[in-house]
């Protein structure tokens, strides 16, 4: 695993979630659902804290759902 790609912890997700421009919606369960609308559409990211720190494969299905790559998904970070 690259230092470039790290495990991410659920606040930093939704730190990242935040930066994108995705707001807070709704909780079922353990999964947290994340929205986004605007000019381009609507989006919506499922994260499920209980799973962090986030596999590599968990944080690119996040970043597809964000509209994003996961070189972007990690650059929202601001590390």
């Known amino acids: 695993m690259s230092s470039a790609h790290p495990p991410l912890t659920c606040r930093e997700v939704k730190e990242i979630l ?25 989006l919506k990211v499922t994260v499920d804290c209980p799973k962090a720190p986030f596999s590599q494969d968990l944080i690119s299905f996040m970043a597809r759902q964000a509209g994003v790559n996961k070189k972007q998904f990690y650059a929202a970070l601001g590390r």
């Open 18 to 42: 935040r930066a994108l421009g995705f707001s807070f919606r709704e909780q079922s369960g353990s999964h947290e659902q994340w929205v986004k609308c605007d000019a381009t559409g609507f």
